[in-house]
């Protein structure tokens, strides 16, 4: 951006004109670039997570600043650059507004790109994963509890990259785990039984009716999930369990996560 | 900076021998520039090489504009906007609305809301705005303390005038819930029409925002 690399831009390399191309794309992050720009992390469908800078995107009038806003989907017109795409035109296809207008929503839908931005790899396109993301993203706008939409998209999200937590049996010796309660351990990454030797010391306990709820949210059709309902022990023993499943991934928390637990205070 | 840089900068020779012996307090210089949001390497030599030219009064003026704004500026102890003095100008003026507040999220938005002369009530700078992802919670910004001024009872009016952002929306939800749940009675209202979603309020014109505070609605 400064001095330093223009100096490189204006040497006599040959180049043919900018690559230009235009992608699905949802806002995950943004930040702020000098008095009038903003730098956005989008996933595209098409090529992955990817930087853009979108130029004079604060200024109000600016055909970029809604378009540039995270927790948005539209089609964005950007051009290859060195380090990041310029995003030149967009076209906003959904803001979900009705997420927006409330605020445990937008903590949840914080939280999902959080989650996508932590664990995705720059330039490796999923477009099943982000068609889960958006998809996930409608469910919340449709009104469907956010908790749920967000432990609803967690589950697939890990399934798709390869880390879902392994709930049936027993990750050990493969036998269903008695009645009563059960064990999940993070750095296992599923339930451990009783009876099978030494207990992991990072368990967590809860009782084993969470299966069954887990099993319903993974085969839930999204149309479905506005009518589950979750008592509240339940939802606390799940977002525990995948709380610190993604910190042993991850190895840390999500930041947003503290606004969810901030914002219980008002349920 | 290398020396060598500097000399390909100075193609006047009698100037670069004066500049010679000063070399590392002007690279000293060049490099405190760069420091400086939105400046870049060949805007600081520009900048320190201007420095050079002007005079030495020019140059202690400048000197003691910087130390004194770190030595005499601080935070208003009522409404945390800057200030030189032992409560700000506009908290202390009796002419001003003392029922409504408007809360904004940096310094930068009280000038843009006195420039439009339409606002008669008192601010409350919170100094940024919650952002869950970047780990940015209420208890970083001065929340508490807009909690403890409404809690006097003198304030009937909540303005909301963050930027319609999500972080901004999300600080304005956060404020007027909190204000409900700790039985704030008066009205709480969101600075809302003409502003485009995701726009920095202090670049907005005057007649936007005009519009905006005539336009606001209950939150
Ligand atoms: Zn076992
Ligand atoms: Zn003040």
Redesign the pocket.
Known sequence: MGGRGSRRATSLIYKPNMKTYTAGSIVLRRIDLGEKDRIITILTREQGKLGAVAKGARRPGSKLAGASEPFTYGKLFLSAGRDLDVLSQAEIKESFPNVKQDMRAVAYGMYMLELTNQFTEERNPNPELFDTLLSAMYILESGTDAEITARYFELQFLDLLGYDPHFET??????K?KQGRLGFSPSLGGI??D???ITPSDVIWAPDAIISYINALRRAEPQKLKDMKFPRGVRRDLANILKWHIRYRLEHDLKSADFIDLIAMFE | MAGEDIRQLFVCTRLWKIIMHYAKPLAKLVGEFEKLPGIGPKSAQRLAFHILRISEDEAKALADAVLNVKLYIKLCPVCYNYTDQDCCEICSDAKRDRSLVCVVSEPRDVVAMEKTNEFRGLFHVLGGVISPMDGVGPDMLKIRELLARVGDGEITEVLLATNPTIEGDTTAMYIARTLKERGFEGRISRIAHGMPVGSDMDYADQATLIQALQWRRDI
């Open positions: 027993c990750i050990r010796c493969g036998r785990p451990v039984c009876s099978c030797g």
